[in-house]
RNA sequence: GGGCCUGUAGCGCAGCUUGGAUAGCGCGGCAGCCUUCUAAGCUGUAGGUCGAGGGUUCGAAUCCCUCCAGGCCCGCCA
């Protein structure tokens, strides 16, 4: 579209010197394919706004790439020529493919996002699902923008926390091994725990005496976690899976945060930390509009702080990398305060390198969901009913498909539905998830985009082969119009994502893509014309087929060529 | 009490960064469209004091201020 734009200023400022970010959509396609409002001008002239716009469009006429130039009201409107339009759009598509949408505006920058961080005391939930998902569509929106992009998990596999589920089993647990997925079997324990510990406060020291083993090295304390922890393991390598998720490197809380509890004692040597009367180690905050952030408990065991400062450190010597983006949710927008000031007082000079991507929380409608009482949508659960919905719906809608093929199309649909529900909000306000209305494959939804997709692998594959040229001249239609332009959108809205951290407004496009695309099966035939247009119109769905490719690519969404 | 965020149609949301033409979309309601390439689709219709009040501006859902309502945080939990 820039070649429009540049045109049109060149056009313009025969007249009145203007820019090309002074251009918009008109609302109304009636109207023109840009606009340009004439007020500022007319300020500057001293004349009336509807004199300029018609004095601009006297002097602009047409050329070769617009069509018309209109004064309406205070506005110019610009209709630009439709074959150039396809001319100029489409062949690109063709040429790069997979590629479409790509950019460099990453180029040799490097970016670690780190997203997930689960805690291996309990099973992952749906705030975790939206988590996963805007972790992963970000790095991969990132990739696709020219990042060297490291996605890393840092697994909370130590703390007081986890001790509660491995006290309850030792308790309660009698040696057994798991009966139902592992890391739910855990979780059980985690609930019962502090179901238990509402009347027996005293099992909320015996978990601190337990953490103060651990720290210590207490084989048989050790021993247990190892057990539980790899049962946990065991269960999320399930769920990743079955969420498309994936990470090129994971940290261990366990690993490093001894090393991380030394420096803290170095610094606090050299005054930068201080102590309380009863011998925490705390970080002054105060001074910097922020609460005092405590690092090592009195009893020397330390908080999770302590592993986040060592790590940040860790990982910037390790990938010396531009950014460290942490996918956290928005309930922690105080603590990365904290952290961020901690790495200023340590003399870090990463800080700036450093960004919380905050993300709203996931409630349901009886409130915020509560781990601890296992108040919870269950992301395994989750996944398996949504599944089962796609299926049901598929048996009833197609009659005689094969088992392996009502599977396939089953999980490719649920999970489509799901990611793309959780990822189409703006992701720094917070959701409702109503389990009734919230999953939905009609109207706004992943299963739209993905039916879009099969429709057009339909009409293709039915004329049988995939074309690299035709005549744009054909393609007149408003509908087709529209798709080009929709089309020549796309690497403007990846760059608009990625540089604003936003994956909904991929999502969000999707949909207008598809809608657009709805639009125009309704209104064009292709089979059914003549040999050119039909070759022409060939051409132009399969490069909408390859941006819902690319776009449902970035958020993780497969694409059917049959639904 | 302090910090951060949110408030747009019955419900769920987009638009706000960068102010412009009659404020869009989905669900739900009503009325239509399958002898045409997949109806998980399309069209029409009803439905809105853009939380309230001020201000800036030729022009405000969008920028500024005040207030109201709701959420999150202010743990030696994460």
Not at 456 to 478: H, M, P, Q, T, W
Request: proline share 3%.
């Amino acid at each position: 579209m820039d070649e429009f734009k540049k045109e049109i200023v060149r056009l313009v400022s025969k007249k009145y010197p203007i820019s090309d970010s002074m251009l918009e959509t008109p609302p109304d396609e009636k109207l023109g394919d840009f606009a340009l409002p004439c007020f500022g001008l007319a300020k500057e002239a001293k004349k009336d706004p509807k004199i300029i716009a018609e004095e601009i469009a006297d002097e602009a006429k047409e050329s070769e790439l617009i069509k018309e130039v209109r004064a309406v009201g205070p506005y110019v409107n610009f209709f630009v020529k439709k074959d150039k339009l396809s001319e100029l759009v489409l062949p690109n598509v063709v040429k790069l493919k997979n590629d479409y949408g790509k950019s460099l505006i990453g180029k040799d920058k490097m970016i670690v996002v780190e997203f997930s961080a689960p805690n291996t005391n309990k099973p992952q939930h749906l705030g975790h699902i939206r988590n996963n998902l805007l972790g992963m569509s970000f790095s991969n929106i990132l990739e696709f923008s020219g990042h060297k992009t490291i996605r890393v998990n840092f697994i909370n596999d130590r703390g007081i926390h986890i001790c509660k589920s491995m006290l309850a089993y030792k308790k309660w647990g009698n040696d057994r091994e798991p009966d139902v997925k592992s890391d739910h079997f855990v979780g059980n324990f985690y609930v019962m725990f502090n179901l238990n510990a509402q009347d027996k406060p005293e099992l909320e020291d015996e978990a601190k005496e337990m953490l103060k083993k651990w720290e210590e090295g207490d084989k048989e304390t050790l021993a247990l976690w190892r057990k539980m922890n790899n049962w946990v393991y065991k269960g999320f390598n399930d769920t990743y899976e079955k969420l498309g998720i994936r990470f090129d490197n994971t940290y261990y809380e366990s690993e490093i945060y001894e090393k991380g509890k030394k420096r803290i004692i170095e610094w606090l040597e050299k005054g930068i930390f201080k102590k309380t009367d009863d011998g925490a180690i705390y970080a002054p905050l105060q001074d910097f509009n922020l609460p005092d952030k405590i690092l090592i408990r009195s009893d020397g065991t330390s908080l999770y702080i302590v592993s986040d400062i060592e790590l940040a450190k860790i990982r910037f010597d390790e990938y010396k990398m531009d950014k460290l983006v942490y996918v956290v949710a928005s309930e922690q927008n105080a603590y990365f305060q904290q952290l961020f000031k901690v790495f200023d007082l340590i003399g870090y000079e990463f800080t700036n390198k450093c960004f919380h991507m905050s993300y709203g929380m996931v409630f349901l409608p009886e409130g915020k969901m509560k781990s601890r009482e296992g108040n919870v949508v269950d992301a395994d659960d989750l996944m398996d009913e949504i599944i089962e919905l796609s299926r049901e719906d598929l048996k009833k809608r197609y009659e005689g498909l094969s088992d392996i093929e009502i599977e396939k199309r089953a999980k490719a649909i649920g999970i489509g539905a799901l990611k793309f529900f959780m990822l189409k909000h703006d992701h720094l306000k917070d959701m409702n998830y109503n389990p009734k209305e919230s999953i939905s494959f009609e109207g706004e939804t992943g299963p739209y985009v993905q039916y879009a997709y099969a429709r057009i692998s339909s009409i293709v594959n039915k004329f049988g082969k995939i074309l690299d040229k035709a005549d744009y001249s054909l393609l007149r239609a408003e509908e087709e119009k529209k798709l080009v332009k929709l089309i020549a959108d796309f690497p403007e809205a990846v760059e608009e994502s990625a540089r604003n951290c936003r994956p909904e407004v991929v999502a969000r496009y999707l949909l207008d893509l598809s809608h657009a695309f709805n639009e125009f099966y309704q209104a064009c035939q292709v089979l059914a014309e003549d040999e050119e247009l039909k070759k022409s119109r060939i051409l132009l769905i399969n490069c909408v087929r390859q941006v819902l490719k690319n776009g449902l690519g970035l958020l993780g969404i497969e694409c059917l060529d049959e639904m």
